[in-house]
């Protein structure tokens, strides 16, 4: 059975998206007084937020999308961030020289986590992550692409953000790089061909390899932008879509549930 969510307004820098629509003036001004900015960091035109955006949706947050992939500059600073969220995309991090820009995000991340700030980072987000931990970030033995369960550790029990999350979890996985577990992180889970699946670091930081944000639109346009990476690496774009109509329903009830936890951080 199709699983559609509602499509969702293209977030443009510091759209305040939830919260301030049919508000009063005054009403307006107190939230805006108490507003959380989160910055946005997307990596390609297919990978958006997909169910984060309505699961985090608060009165008073706001979003501010950066696209480096098309040139929109890495802020130097910080200043006016409350958290970031990292998107996925094709690059890896090991591909600073063919773009730049991926130092001054890494850069932008470290300072993030020096002053504490909340980080969901996904895919391409969570390799940038664990490379601003300091962890080794390399190529895989095989590229990881479809539906594939992603088994808890023991201490995703315990976490603020997973627990009571059934074990395992059959998530969506696009990727070919790979991390190790950051010093001072957390492992919470790991896959059959990757032994650190997401971690958390501090209290409200989180690296997610595989994908809980998809939707079946996001998982289309994947399939299509990317059919020559899924067909090289002996994947079938038509099988990937027909196991998506089995498996996306639970993870997107998984997804809301995970990024609603972690919004309740920032």
Not at 10 to 30: C, I, N, T, Y
Not at 108 to 113: F, G, H, S, T, V
Not at 132 to 158: C, F, H, M, N, Q
Not at 165 to 190: C, K, N, Q, R, Y
Request: aromatic share 8%.
């Amino acid at each position: 059975m199709a699983y559609q969510l509602p499509v969702l307004p293209a977030l443009g820098p510091w759209q305040p998206v939830f919260g301030l629509r049919g508000k009063s003036g005054r009403e307006r001004k107190d939230l805006l007084f108490a507003m959380a900015d989160v910055w946005v960091f997307q990596h390609a035109a297919c990978e958006t937020l997909g169910i984060i955006a309505p699961a985090v949706a608060r009165p008073d947050l706001t979003f501010r999308k950066i696209r480096p992939y098309l040139g929109e500059p890495v802020p130097k600073g910080l200043e006016g961030a409350d958290s970031l969220i990292l998107l996925g995309g094709p690059m890896g991090v090991n591909d600073q020289e063919i773009h730049p820009w991926l130092k001054a995000e890494i850069r932008l991340i470290e300072q993030a986590l020096r002053a504490g700030k909340p980080i969901l980072g996904v895919c391409l987000g969570s390799q940038l992550l664990a490379a601003a931990l300091g962890a080794t970030v390399r190529r895989g033995k095989e590229k990881e692409i479809g539906w594939y369960p992603v088994s808890l550790t023991p201490d995703a029990a315990s976490d603020p953000v997973w627990r009571d999350i059934e074990s395992p979890v059959w998530a969506f996985h696009w990727h070919g790089d790979l991390f190790e577990l950051p010093a001072t992180a957390v492992s919470l889970g790991f896959s059959a061909l990757t032994q650190c699946q997401m971690f958390r670091h501090a209290d409200s930081t989180y690296g997610l390899l595989f994908h809980a944000e998809v939707t079946e639109r996001i998982i289309a346009e994947m399939l299509r932008t990317f059919e020559a990476e899924v067909r090289e690496a002996g994947q079938d774009p038509a099988r990937i879509a027909k196991e998506s109509v089995c498996h996306l329903p639970r993870l997107q009830q998984i997804g809301q549930t995970i990024y609603r936890r972690w919004a309740t951080l920032v």
